[in-house]
């Protein structure tokens, strides 16, 4: 497939960033398959922190994704599945992008440099949890080549969610 994709840069987080998601992921569009509702900013503070530990330790994170502009967009990464349900002990890779940027191919490309960053740790597959109303991101796992391997029930909404998978 030939595609363009725009140019988009990662980051380790700052604690500034914590402030620029909180205000990107503002947007109920955004946070619909997330809580339906803005998060609040202790949220993203304690969010960047851990990433920042994640990098330290294990060479990857959710990456802040910037733009051309050098404007804090979102983020995209990977990291250790939070929780014991689900597919406990594997890697994570994850997406949210400010609702003014979608369908410009961002995260795409943000996925891509994310899958080729955790292989370069020795990451040998990886999972993306989805809600299966999510059409957006179910996109950007066949993008990425994903296969669905189960679907399951969220634990706290009972919302239908997939697992998709991809070897590295």
Known sequence: MNRTLP????RV???????????????????????????????YEELTARQRRHDAERGFCLWTMVD???RVIGFTG?????????PAGEI???????REHWGKGYVTAAAEMTL??????????VVALVDARNARSIAVTQRLGMR???????????????C???DL
């Not at 990977?78 to 689900?86: D, E, N, S």
């Not at 080729?116 to 597959?125: F, H, K, L, T, Y």
């Open 7 to 10: 140019v988009v840069r990662l």
């Open 13 to 43: 987080p700052t604690d500034e960033d914590a402030v620029a998601w909180h205000r990107v992921f503002a947007h109920p569009d955004v946070m619909e398959f997330h809580g339906g509702r803005p998060a609040e900013l202790s949220v």
């Open 68 to 70: 051309e502009e050098n």
């Open 164 to 166: 998709y998978r991809l």
């Open 78 to 86: 990977a990291q250790p599945w939070p929780h014991a349900w689900g």
């Open 92 to 98: 994570e890779i994850g997406w949210r992008l400010g």
């Open 148 to 162: 669905l391997a189960e679907t399951f029930l969220t634990p706290e909404s009972e919302r239908k969610g997939h």
């Open 116 to 125: 080729e960053r955790v292989r370069a740790a020795g990451v040998d597959s």
